[in-house]
């Protein structure tokens, strides 16, 4: 009789959020298939575990398959960590989970901390649909092309980035669906974590310099489908926004475009254009 793959989530920071399910697993296993063998060595250290690691990431992935399937083969129990979160949802580990599944092996979940959750819980949104979109395309044509693509979906979405290239992200995003507010989680559970929440260019305005570091996870609002899609409604946010900063700015016409494009995530000369047309600068 063939062992049981276990699909093991593990913290995403915190160490302490270790459930006692997940430290039993991990010291019953045969072996602990995991990306890093150092981070997980440093968490089975932590709570005196003492199991064999087996180093199985997303460039190994496909030649570590059969020595896997063999030790699940001979009847014994493998425990499949990533660096942190669930195994298989936009880590390694699809692979290993289809061909054990094909096989007849037995296939056993050990849920636990999750980014994406943690932040939703975090955001204020209280809707119950959302788009989990893994990670965005690195390059930045094929990125915007696909936010282009999001931009008809009026529900929550969630999406991880790269300290790297949160930035660039954030700018495309920006440019591709405007005002429409976004949250922005660091380091979850850690201890500098960071969670912003505010239109596109505020979050980057918010962003640390010289740097980002740390794993992020970009939460875009819900919207209202009919308010995005009428003239009439996105004038209204502009003035309301325009009135506001214009009295922030006491008067400053100067001031208060900039506080104005700042807030509503705009390009300066496309708001300034748009007031113009509503009377309000010239």
Known sequence: MSGTLYIVATPIGNLEDTSPRVLRVLESVSCVACEDTRRTRRLLNRFGVSTRTLSCHKFNERERLEKVLRILRDGDDVALVSDGGTPAVSDPGA??????????????????PSAPVALLSASGESGGRFLFEGFLPHRAGERRRRLRELRSFHDTIVF??????????????????????????????????????????????????????????????????????S?????????????????????DQRDALRLTARRLGMKRAELYRLLAELGEVR
């Open 160 to 229: 991880f980035e790269s300290p790297r290239r949160i930035r660039d992200s954030l700018a495309d995003l920006r440019e591709v669906m405007g005002e429409r507010e976004i949250v922005v989680g660091r380091e979850l559970t850690k201890i500098h974590e960071t969670v912003l929440r505010g239109t596109p260019a505020e979050v980057l305005e918010s962003l640390p310099d010289p740097e980002v570091r740390g794993e992020i996870t970009v939460i875009v609002t819900a919207c209202d489908p009919d308010a995005s899609g």
């Open 95 to 112: 692979l290993l989970v289809k061909a054990a599944r094909d096989e007849g092996i037995r296939v056993s979940p050990i849920p636990g």
């Open 231 to 251: 003239t009439e409604a996105r004038s209204g946010r502009v003035l309301e926004a325009w009135t506001e900063s214009l009295a922030q700015a006491g008067g």
